[in-house]
């Protein structure tokens, strides 16, 4: 049967956001938007259907999957099909546009696209590929409201992050050398000896691909990027492109067998904690709250990093994390694009008393701030506190501790200001702003709740998907 | 005597030459013919090697080198500044250039020093070394300069390093010609789309403090 065969699947996986771009195009808006929406949707499937049938394997030397890019096709796909659902609310607001809605719908199935092929291919090389075609799709979308800053943001993005990756290219270029393969399947499964060529090229991977994650110091363009795009590219970027591209070094890093040679895992331990304390600090200072959403992400990047330094249970805290985040942050954002509508600011202290201008999307928001912080009951709670036991378990206390405290500061910021603008009283009288379906609201409350689910029980297919993921990254589940 | 053994390491050190001119250069004209020299240079080394080994991969990577780095480019980024071409300058570089040339000197003198302790011995090839050493160069343009289009050519430089460690030491690297093509296009998009963008909203081809994007 052909609704059996996984290759069926994966071949609908990457043609529905690929017809998507192309039909988007159609000169209908109607039209334009029902074929984006479309391919959302059906990419969805295609990626709930491979996490169904756990058919695992290669093909052709090119294409193959296993319980992690499983874990990654579900949370991309899902992103991508609500975030192209809340951008026909979103444009509706948007004047003196750069792209047209149809070009719009375009480049983001062309972003889809790229970040889903990624995920599906074995060889290094091609994956380089699909992360750098990611910057390719994914700049022009940022420029998409016309604004010198978005500009700059898009201009310091593009830059940036190829010059990261081309850090990640020279990496397998050397792996390549000391190997004489880029296949990661095959690599994973014969590991080569820890030479110092391959640890630099594991290093280099770090840094390179380092910076498209946003790791500290090399994360100066993702604030600026994450807060200039428009409120759904703003979703996809944190929720998924972030750990698209920690995916393609969590495939190198891989290539090592464990134990991961001491000096590489406290590199990336470092490259970690570092991030995460300073986006923590970072963010309490922002004053427009998008900008203080990405320096969670980036907090967020960072925790996953020191899990994926410490390996062992953290690892399976670092898949949780990465995927309950990714439903969470993508609905903060959807709230922040329908209070930058509804206030036509994003400046913090200019925005106050939403729980009566905007009740739907206050409620949405006082639920997505907690839940992409790591409160509990939230998936994220699970994630974060599976790193700290994780760094208890191998007797690095300190290390927990440091976790905490970004844990508990970035809490602190985001729900602090989040709070300040939702209950904060002002003296002028405000006029409520419409909510009305066409807000696309239900997307963001739809989100939070998965993210809620995945912090209070093990849902069937994704919850084994993520254990055997943290098996084959050489860790374990509790 | 094998003649490659003087073509390869004369041509890596006028490679080196260039990049050392560049980060001494604030006129941006003169700086977009010094990106488009290097790259004739890359093309020259892998139009050698392609005739020497036979390699057919090289040949191509030479003839997309010669049409898109040395012309297309160039041509697209000195249409950028065509009004004002003779005295286009980087505004902050100006007063620093001294500055410049000791920081890519010291950063190039430190990062042969590293590869000659790291990596070295897993190259033996003679000048394994330049192509890290350009890729170090070509991140300091980046990180160092502030017009957009002097940072374009620090974006070429970087993606000439690739190439050239790519021919030098990782020969049969699948998907090479693919790479090299994507770095292209990713090039073009961002000399021919995002450049205009910015010409079209700002007006200037500098970095600008923005209040947005501060914090």
Known sequence: ?478 | MDPSVDVVPLLGVGILLTALYLQSESFVDPLVSGIALQSALIAVLLGWLAWTEHDLDFAVIAVLAVGIRVFLIPYVLRRQIRAFRWRARELRASSRVTGHVLAAVTVAVIAWFVFQQALAPSFPELGGALPFVLLVQGLLMLATRSNTIVQVTGYLEEENAIVYAGALFAHGFPLFIEVVIFLDVLGVVLVGVILSIQRDVTGTPEERPLEELTG
């Open chain 1, 1 to 478: 049967m052909m609704l059996f065969e996984p290759r069926t699947w994966l071949f609908v996986l990457l043609a529905a956001p690929m017809a998507a771009a192309v039909l988007s195009l159609i000169p209908n808006g109607t039209a334009s938007r029902a074929a984006a929406r479309a391919g959302g949707i059906v990419a969805f499937g295609a990626a709930t259907a491979l996490l169904v049938l756990q058919a695992h394997g290669e093909w052709g030397g090119v294409l193959g999957l296993d319980s992690l890019s499983d874990v990654f096709l579900f949370t991309v796909s899902a992103i991508y099909a609500t975030s192209v659902w809340y951008s026909s609310a979103y444009l509706r607001h948007v004047h003196n546009s750069y792209l047209s809605p149809q070009v719009y719908y375009a480049l983001m199935g062309a972003f889809a696209l790229a970040m889903l092929a990624s995920l599906v291919v074995v060889d290094l090389g091609l994956m380089w590929i699909g992360i750098e075609a990611t910057t390719v799709a994914s700049a022009l979308l940022i420029v998409l409201e016309r604004k010198p800053s978005s500009v700059e943001a898009a201009w310091r993005y593009t830059l940036i992050a190829s010059a990261g990756l081309t850090i990640a290219l020279f990496a397998l270029l050397l792996l390549y050398v000391s190997t004489g393969t880029l296949n990661a399947f095959a690599l994973a499964a014969s590991p080569p000896a820890p030479t110092l060529l391959v640890q630099m090229a594991v290093a280099l991977a770090l840094v390179g691909y380092g910076t498209k994650v946003g790791l500290f110091p090399m994360h100066s363009w993702l604030p600026d990027a994450h807060s200039e795009a428009p409120s759904p590219v703003s979703a996809l970027f944190s929720g998924v492109l972030l750990p698209t591209a920690l995916y393609a070094f969590l495939r190198v890093y891989r290539v090592l067998a464990t134990p991961v040679p001491a000096d590489l895992s406290d590199l990336a331990l470092a490259f970690g904690l570092l991030t995460a304390l300073v986006a923590a600090f970072l963010l309490q200072r922002q004053r427009t709250f998008k900008r203080m959403f990405a320096y969670s992400s980036m907090e967020v990047m960072g925790l996953a990093v020191v899990g994926i330094s410490l390996g062992g249970v953290a690892l399976y805290g670092v898949l949780i994390l990465l995927v309950s985040h990714a439903f969470a942050k993508s609905a903060a954002f959807y709230c922040s694009g329908n209070v930058l509508r509804g206030t036509g600011t994003t400046r913090i202290d200019a925005v106050h008393d939403l729980r009566h201008r905007m009740p739907w999307t206050s409620g949405a928001w006082v639920l997505a701030a907690p839940a992409v912080t790591g409160a509990p009951p939230f998936g994220t709670f699970v994630g974060e506190l599976l790193i700290v036991v994780g760094a208890v378990a191998v007797g690095e206390d300190w290390v927990a501790v440091l976790v905490v405290i970004a844990v508990l500061l970035a809490f602190l910021g985001v729900n602090a200001q989040v709070g300040g603008m939702v209950f904060g009283a002002t003296e002028d009288s405000v006029a409520a702003v419409g909510e009305g379906a066409e807000s696309g609201i239900s997307i963001a409350y739809l989100n939070v709740a998965v993210a809620l689910v995945l912090g209070v029980v093990s849902l069937p297919y994704l919850t084994p998907a993520l254990r055997a993921a943290t098996v084959l990254l050489g860790g374990h589940a509790p």
